[in-house]
Nanobody, 126 residues
Framework: QVELMESGGDSVQAGGSLRLSCVAS????????MAWFRQAPGKEHEGVAV???????AYAKSVKGRFTISRDNGENTVYLQMDSLQPEDTAMYYC????????????????????RGQGTQVTVSS
C-alpha cells in the first residue's frame, strides 16, 4: 500500500498562486493514475485534476486553464500548480493514487482510489 503525503497548502488572497505537492512512499507510482480532489466544508469531494501513466492530464471545468497537474516520477511526486485562485477554491485538497490503473483515470469518485492522503488546506480570501 502506498502512502501519500500532501503539502503546500496555505492562506492566500484571490488572484494568488500555490503549488501543492504529493509525495508517495512505499511504492513507485510512476505509471499509475494520480489525482487531486478537494472538499469544501459541507460539500462532497470534487475531482480537480488527474494525470495518467502517459502524462495525459484532465481537469474539472471549474479549474481548467488555472490549475496544472504534473508528475516527477524520479521523485515519486505529483504536483498541482494553482494560479488565479478564487475564494471558491477554498477547500481541503487531497492526493489520491490508483495503482491498478495506468490510463482511463477517473475524477468521479474519490473513494474509488485505494490510496488517499490526509489532505492540505487551501484558503483563498477575497
Amino acid at each position: 500500500q502506498v502512502e501519500l503525503m500532501e503539502s503546500g497548502g496555505d492562506s492566500v488572497q484571490a488572484g494568488g498562486s500555490l503549488r501543492l505537492s504529493c509525495v508517495a512512499s512505499g511504492y513507485r507510482v510512476g505509471a499509475s493514475c494520480m489525482a487531486w480532489f478537494r472538499q469544501a466544508p459541507g460539500k462532497e469531494h470534487e475531482g480537480v485534476a488527474v494525470i495518467d501513466g502517459r502524462y495525459t492530464p484532465a481537469y474539472a471545468k471549474s479549474v481548467k486553464g488555472r490549475f496544472t497537474i504534473s508528475r516527477d516520477n524520479g521523485e515519486n511526486t505529483v504536483y498541482l500548480q494553482m494560479d488565479s485562485l478564487q475564494p471558491e477554491d477554498t477547500a481541503m485538497y487531497y492526493c489520491a493514487a490508483d495503482l491498478r490503473r495506468f490510463f482511463g483515470c477517473s475524477l468521479d469518485q474519490f473513494n474509488t482510489y485505494p490510496s488517499r492522503g490526509q489532505g492540505t488546506q487551501v484558503t483563498v480570501s477575497s
